[in-house]
């Protein structure tokens, strides 16, 4: 399929265009998914682990407190006491229960995530409950008992058969030196726990965290309806239990989910935090579609605006292309459109204008040399008729002297010399003229020779400007290639400081809530030694009441003395924590300079790298408009080339046409020369007759 000089132009031209606009859309979309993918896994990684670090301490607290109560020496000897009722008389153990119990209430109104608190003897049968309906019950079946009688923690869940709520109970031992004599146990409420812990994360629209025990039932969840269900049937849950932690990426009714995955360590728990890979994508998307809405305009107006710039060079070399044939077939006229066009060409300064000028000169030049041949071809004409006439002239003489010969030879004689001599001035002109016409002809063949030469030549220098555009065209290809790369490079280099930027501010204001919470725990810090003082002071005077009270007084003054002594050690304690809050405090302070810094360096790198990425735009930009300017020379070049071949082969025909004017001349000279001859026989011939 042979292609026009203007389809040519908006293959060559539109074409890498669009591809290019295309590539770069389609780059960026995915530079900016992986990028967005990487973002969101670190937003997921650290929202599960503040989630798994707030449920591991929430149920260490609350192990740490009931593990506490559990070696309270009252309740170790408590339960010493109910074993063998020797040892203790029925009222001390009354008042030990009744004190007892109320540091159960007390445990269970503090902490509100524990629903129930109870204390068991090693046989399973409650002594001691939070809610007095259970007192008397028998845990001895219960899982969580058992793991504490084997001195492990095991927490079991649990649900509940009057509203059909999950827990999870905990057992922890009770020990008189390493015998264990008692099992203290509590319940947690995970619809309160997750109220404060999981349900709490929000991600994007459709993010959330959720908690299943060991068996894959669900324990949180943000959707209510969904705790209870046994999920361990489900093949990514499935996976997720047989792993220590990591990600998983599964499908949920149709929607293709990202999950992060964790263990919740001391009660076993595996924490999920997932959303919607739609979701996380969303802006991404929406990016990718403006892109597309923005290169298809661009991709429009470039198409215009070359098609207007193209059909204004495809017409001129149409134009020229015509005039050339016209050439070809001999017809040198232009019409008043056509030399209006060519007029208009003529005022051109690029390389259009060029070709029109030497077009013009070319038809003047050919105009002028079939002027000449036309004239030569008129004067050979002329002298050939009256050559022709004189013989007729001749013939006419000779029947007429034949006719009078006997009358009047001699005034025959005299007519036909005269005839003669005019004959023989006739051949000579004619010879003459003719000769003149041969020279015309050489001249004629001659210049249109170099003619044709200076158009090779012209042909030669246009295909070398067409190869040197493509070179060029190649080079500025290259260059605005590595242009793209670098402007890319530097917006990678820019989005990368950014984030930094923004994770250097976060890590400030970080540091700034360390600090505070530094502070703050200092105060605290400061009220429990102010405490402990107090119990010190407290502990004293309870053990001089106790000596005072003698025998009565003896087992309060053991209490005493180990309430001074837990004194002592929170005192030690709380200074040890302030001097670490004072060292905690000092590097805050110089981390926060540190990071001031680091921020006040990443801002003038952002401006470098800004401005480093509107030069090389600019560049990109530059570089494009020079490859198209050199691309519409190097067709342009390869048109006036093809112009230059078809002008040249009219030049071999007009040249062809010239040698075969000059091979008449020399005919006609021949002819003239014969009849030269004829006219000198013819005056032999007189003067024979006269001397006759």
């Not at 260059?479 to 917006?491: L, N």
């Not at 837990?566 to 981390?591: P, R």
């Not at 025909?653 to 020369?673: F, H, K, L, P, R």
């Not at 030269?676 to 003067?687: D, H, K, N, P």
Request: aromatic share 4%.
């Amino acid at each position: 399929m042979k292609l026009s000089i203007m389809q040519k132009m908006l293959l060559f031209i539109l074409m890498p265009v669009i591809l290019g606009l295309a590539a770069v859309t389609l780059f960026n979309y995915n530079a900016a998914r992986t990028a967005l993918n990487n973002q969101i896994g670190e937003e997921l990684q650290l929202v599960l682990s503040g989630q798994k670090n707030e449920l591991t301490n929430t149920v260490a607290l609350l192990g740490t407190t009931m593990d506490n109560f559990g070696r309270d020496a009252e309740v170790v000897e408590y339960l010493r006491g109910k074993s063998d009722p020797t040892l203790m008389s029925l009222g001390e153990s009354a008042r030990l229960e009744r004190h007892l119990q109320e540091s159960i209430d007390l445990l269970s109104k503090e902490y509100a995530l524990l629903r129930d608190v109870g204390l068991a003897d090693i046989s399973g049968t409650v002594l001691l409950h939070s809610t007095a309906s259970f007192v008397g019950s028998n845990i001895a079946d219960r899982e969580y008992f058992q793991a504490a009688l084997r001195d492990e923690v095991r927490p079991t869940t649990i649900e509940s058969k009057a509203n059909g709520l999950l827990s999870s109970a905990l057992g922890l031992p009770v020990k008189d030196g390493d015998r264990i004599v008692g099992v203290v146990y509590g319940t947690l409420d995970l619809g309160k726990m997750a109220d404060s812990t999981t349900d709490t994360v929000h991600i994007a629209r459709t993010g959330k965290c959720f908690v299943y025990d060991k068996t894959g039932r669900l324990l949180m969840h943000p959707n209510k309806d969904y705790i209870g269900d046994d999920d361990s049937g489900l093949p990514w849950v499935e996976h997720m239990l047989t792993s220590p932690a990591g990600r998983y990426d599964y499908e949920w009714n149709g929607s293709d989910m990202l999950g992060y995955f964790d263990r919740v360590p001391m009660v076993d728990w595996l924490i999920i935090v997932s959303v919607e890979e739609s979701d996380i994508h969303a802006p991404v998307s929406a990016m990718f579609r403006q892109s597309l809405l923005v290169g298809g305009l661009a991709m429009l107006i470039v198409g215009l605006v070359i098609v207007l710039v193209a059909r204004g060079i495809a017409g001129t070399l149409k134009a020229m292309a015509v005039l050339v044939e016209k050439l070809a077939r001999g017809d040198l006229s232009l019409t008043e459109l056509e030399e209006r066009a060519m007029s208009r060409d003529e005022a051109r300064g690029d390389e259009i204008g060029v070709m029109a000028r030497g077009t013009r000169g070319m038809l003047e030049g050919l105009r002028r040399l079939f002027a000449e041949s036309e004239q030569k071809t008129a004067e050979a004409k002329a002298a050939a008729e009256q050559a022709a006439q004189a013989a007729a002239e001749a013939n006419q003489a000779r029947s007429e002297a034949e006719n009078a010969r006997r009358d009047g030879m001699l005034a025959a004689a005299h007519q036909l010399e005269t005839v003669v001599e005019i004959v023989s001035s006739a051949s000579a002109e004619l010879s003459a003229q003719i000769e003149e016409s041969e020279h015309g002809a050489e001249r004629q063949a001659a210049r249109m020779a170099e003619t044709a030469t200076a158009m090779e030549e012209m042909n030669a220098t246009v295909l070398e400007v067409a190869r040197n555009a493509g070179a060029a065209a190649e080079v500025s290809d290259a260059a605005r290639q590595r242009a793209e790369a670098g402007a890319v490079v530097v917006e990678k280099a820019v989005t990368g400081i950014r984030k930094v930027r923004e994770q250097s501010l976060s890590l400030k204001q970080d540091m700034a809530a360390l600090a505070e919470n530094a502070r703050s725990i200092g105060s605290l810090m400061s009220v429990i030694s102010d405490i402990a003082d107090q119990t010190n002071l407290l502990a004293l005077n309870a053990a001089i009441e106790a000596a005072r009270a003698g025998e009565a007084g003896r087992g309060f003054a053991v209490v005493a003395d180990e309430v001074r002594k837990l004194a002592e050690k929170t005192m030690s304690a709380t200074n040890h924590v302030g001097d670490a809050i004072k060292d905690i405090q000092a590097s805050t302070a110089k981390s926060m300079e540190q990071v001031d810094g680091a921020v006040l360096s990443i801002e003038e790198a952002t401006e470098l790298a800004n401005q480093s990425g509107a030069a090389l735009g600019e560049i990109v930009g530059m570089v494009d408009k020079a490859a198209d300017q050199v691309r519409a020379i190097a067709a342009a070049s390869e048109q006036q080339s093809a112009a230059s071949e078809e002008i040249n082969a009219s030049i071999t025909q007009v040249n062809n046409i010239a040698a075969e004017t000059a091979q008449a001349m020399e005919q006609s000279t021949q002819a003239v020369a014969e009849l030269a001859e004829q006219a000198q026989t013819l005056s032999t011939l007189i003067a024979d007759m006269k001397n006759s």
